[in-house]
């Protein structure tokens, strides 16, 4: 399994942006479909975006479509998600995830299907 670590988190007003990072272990990192997902007290983890593993497929929540923008660079073993327009509703934990995916199309949107998670990343957006 890869391991995960994000960064870029932090406090931000709204309208302001921030963009994570998430650094990934090993050789293999242009196999695995990467998604971000995000968690709020007492609420389940939601996908807010996917890549697959050469980019050609991103998916977006309907949430945050037009305002995030995924992204890869398989030579650094790095996934981002570009963050503006930042609403209070985007404070969250932000999880990065990954999956080992035989076809280069494919996207990953649930939880149960990752293989690999990241311990998370705080987003604070104050009004």
């Known amino acids: 399994q890869v391991q995960l670590v994000e960064s870029g988190g932090g406090l931000v007003q709204a309208g302001g942006s921030l963009r994570l990072s998430c650094a990934a272990s090993?050789?293999?990192?242009?196999?695995?479909?990467m998604t971000w997902f995000r968690q709020t007290p007492g609420k389940e983890r939601d996908v807010v975006a996917a890549?697959?593993?050469?980019?050609?497929?991103?998916y977006y929540a309907d949430s945050v479509k037009g305002r995030f923008t995924i992204s890869r660079d398989n030579a650094k073993n790095t996934v981002y998600l570009q963050m503006d327009t930042l609403k209070p509703e985007d404070t969250a934990v932000y999880y990065c995830?990954?999956?080992?995916?035989?076809?280069?199309?494919?996207?990953?949107?649930?939880?149960?299907?990752?293989?690999?998670w990241g311990r998370g990343t705080q987003v604070t957006v104050s009004s």
């Open positions: 890549i697959s593993r050469s980019g050609v497929t991103t």
């Open positions: 090993g050789r293999t990192f242009n196999m695995y479909a």
């Open positions: 995830a990954a999956r080992a995916a035989g076809l280069d199309f494919t996207v990953v949107l649930r939880r149960a299907d990752v293989d690999s």
